[in-house]
């Protein structure tokens, strides 16, 4: 996306600046010549390279606005990770408690996924849904206190929590949190100990 741009950057300098120089040529040639057939032939070519300009331009324009407002990048992590932002997220494809799945995410100088705001929210669920993943640990508890939920392992209050329908519903039996595609991929409370949600990591991009 990048070398696109650059590209057409480069291929409207060239014919601006060429453009330009046979503009100023061609006029003076149009004002001292008396040829009509030679100003007929220039008048086509100058149209000829307004035309290209005005496609380049708006390729230009498309390029950025598509790069600036893409979110999703693939380079700067490791392979099968997914770039948002700043950070790596990697959804893990094997059905583990919650201790076993940081774990595997330290395994990657990873931990589970810190969901700060409703925008990473809202990626982090188009991922889910396009890849048809089911359940997923995230990085949030009230071990430590009941009904205080805290980031994991960072520890701060949440900022963001978004809860399925009814949920949280098992008090101190279920102090670990997952996304479940059953209650519209937002949050539910499980027990630790329950196998039957895989790990999802988050690691800061390497620039």
């Known amino acids: 996306m990048f070398f696109k741009v650059s590209f057409i950057h480069l291929m409207i300098s060239y014919v601006l600046v060429n453009g330009d120089f046979y503009v100023r040529h061609t006029h003076g040639r149009l004002d001292s010549s008396s040829d009509s057939s030679e100003s007929v032939d ?46 790596c997220y990697f959804f893990g494809k094997k059905d583990v408690e919650f201790r076993e799945a940081e774990i595997i995410c330290e395994g990657y100088e990873a931990t589970l996924v810190n969901i700060g705001s409703e925008l990473e929210y809202s990626f982090i669920k188009s991922q889910l849904q396009e890849r048809k993943a089911p359940k997923h640990w995230i990085g949030l ?5 009941e009904g205080e ?19 949280p519903e098992q008090g101190r039996l279920a102090n670990c949190v997952a996304i ?11 027990p630790c100990t329950n196998r039957n949600f895989r790990p999802l990591c988050e690691r800061m991009a390497r620039f």
């Not at 149209?47 to 300009?53: H, L, P, S, Y």
């Open 42 to 87: 220039d008048h086509k070519m100058l149209k000829k390279i307004e035309g290209i300009e005005t496609k380049l331009t708006e390729m230009k324009k498309l390029l950025e606005a598509q790069n600036s407002s893409a979110e999703v990048f693939l380079s700067d992590c490791p392979n099968e990770w997914i770039r948002y932002h700043n950070s």
């Open 141 to 145: 508890t009230d071990e430590n206190v």
């Open 149 to 167: 939920w805290r980031l994991y392992p960072s520890g701060p209050l949440a900022n963001f929590i978004i809860w399925g329908k009814a949920q």
């Open 180 to 190: 479940w595609e059953t209650y519209e991929y937002k949050y539910v409370d499980e």
